[in-house]
DNA sequence: AAGTCAACTTGACACGGCGTCAAGTTTTTC
DNA sequence: GAAAAACTTGACGCCGTGTCAAGTTGACTT
C-alpha cells in the first residue's frame, strides 16, 4: 500500500468528514486549511476532489463499522424482525454520513467516478433490503401482487438519503418519527396484510 | 411587462425546454446556439442562468397546465378517489418537467433563487396533498396515529422528483408501474385499513 | 557530516463556466 | 432618414479545480 504518510492522510480525511458534516459547501482550500496543509498538498494524496471525497466517505464507513451495522440484523428471528431492524440500522445510520453523502450526492451529474462510488454505496443498502425482501417471502409474508425484486425497488427508495432528508431536514420530523414511521411504512409495502 | 422581444425570449425558453430534455449538462452557451442568439445576448433577457431556468419552468408549467391538471381531482367523490386522481395526474407531470426539475435541483446548493423557485414549485404539489388528506379525514379514513400534517408529509415525500428518477431511471420501471405502485402506497401510507 | 529522499510549501498558471463591459452593427419604429 | 431597441463581437474578471516548477524541511542512511 505504501501510503505516503498515513498520519497526514487521515488528518484530511476527519478535516473533510468534519467540515461537510457542518458546512454545506466544501472546497478543496477549506479541507486544506482545516488538515493544516497547503491545498496543493491535498493533491498528493487524492488524485481529485471526487477521490478525496469517496475516500472519506470509506473512512466513515470503516471507523463506523457500517458492514457490520447493516448486517446486524443477521439473527432476526422472521423476515418482518429482519426488516425493523434494517430500517432501523440504515435509517440512523443516514444522520451520521449525511454530509459527506450530500456532498457525493452533488457531484454525481459531473463526475462518473463519483456516480460509481455512490452507487455501490447504495447498493450495498439494497442486498439489505434484498435480504429482508427474500426472508419475508420465505415466511410467506410477501404482499400479494408483489415480487422480490419490486419489493426491493420500494423498500430501497423509501429509505433513501433523499427521503430522509426531506422528511427530517424539510419538514422538521424527529429522528424518532423518522424511524418508526418508515418501520411501518416498510411493513405496510412488502407485508401481506392480515386478515 | 414590456419584454425585449417576446419572440426571442420564447426561442431562448423552448430552447432551454428541449435541451433540458434529452442532454444531463446544459450550458449558457448551449442554450444560445440552439436558440440561434449569442451567448450575451441571453443576458439581455434573463439576468442569470438561474433565473433563465426558473423562467422556464414557469414557461412549462403554463404550455402545460399545470395548475389545471393539478386541480382536476376537484370534483373527486371521496377522499380515496382524490389522492388516486392526484397521483396519477402529479406522477404523470414529472416525466414532462423532468430536463428541467433535474437543472433546477443542481443548483439548489449554490443558488439562492434556484432553491426559493424549486421549494415555492414543490409547495404547490404539496397543497394537493394536503387537500387529499383533508379529505380523506372529512370521511373519517385517515390512518389511526397520523395527524394531517404527518400524513402529508409522507404523500409529499413519497411523490418527489427523487423518487421518481429511483423507480423509473434507477430501477427501471415503466411510468404504468410506477403509477400503480404510487397509488397502492399512498392509500396504505394514510388510509386507514378496512377491518 | 555530507548526502539523499519523502513530505510539504510557495507561487504561478491553464481551463471551463458564469457574468460583465464597451463598441459596433442590424432592425424596427416613427 | 433619424432615433431607439435588439443583437453581435471580442475582451475581461471571478472562482474553483487541477497542474507544474522550484524551493524548504526533517529524518534516515552510511
Given at each position: ?7 497526514t ?8 468528514w468534519h467540515?461537510?458534516?457542518?458546512d ?19 493533491y498528493?494524496?487524492?488524485?481529485s476532489r ?30 418482518r ?28 451529474d ?7 462510488a455512490?452507487?455501490?454505496r ?49 419538514c ?7 424511524i ?13 396484510p392480515?386478515?
Amino acid at each position: 500500500m505504501s501510503r505516503k504518510n498515513t498520519q497526514t492522510r487521515t488528518r484530511i480525511l476527519t478535516a473533510a468528514w468534519h467540515l461537510l458534516e457542518t458546512d454545506g459547501t466544501v472546497r478543496m482550500s477549506d479541507i486544506a486549511k482545516q488538515a493544516g496543509i497547503s491545498r496543493q498538498a491535498l493533491y498528493l494524496h487524492f488524485p481529485s476532489r471526487a477521490e478525496l471525497l469517496i475516500a472519506t466517505t470509506r473512512y466513515l464507513d470503516e471507523v463506523k463499522h457500517v458492514d457490520e451495522r447493516l448486517t446486524a440484523n443477521r439473527a432476526a428471528r422472521s423476515g418482518r424482525e429482519k426488516l425493523s431492524l434494517f430500517v432501523e440500522v440504515w435509517g440512523n445510520y443516514i444522520p451520521e454520513i449525511h454530509g459527506v453523502a450530500r456532498a457525493l450526492m452533488a457531484m454525481q451529474d459531473s463526475d462518473e467516478e463519483a456516480r460509481n462510488a455512490w452507487a455501490d454505496r447504495m447498493h450495498a443498502v439494497r442486498e439489505g433490503c434484498e435480504a429482508a425482501v427474500d426472508r419475508i417471502e420465505a415466511d410467506g409474508l410477501l404482499a400479494p401482487g408483489l415480487d422480490r425484486k419490486t419489493a426491493s425497488d420500494l423498500i430501497w427508495t423509501l429509505l433513501s438519503v433523499r427521503n430522509w432528508e426531506q422528511l427530517r431536514l424539510g419538514c422538521g420530523w424527529s429522528q424518532e418519527a423518522y424511524i418508526a414511521q418508515m418501520k411501518r411504512l416498510a411493513e405496510l409495502t412488502v407485508i401481506a396484510p392480515d386478515r
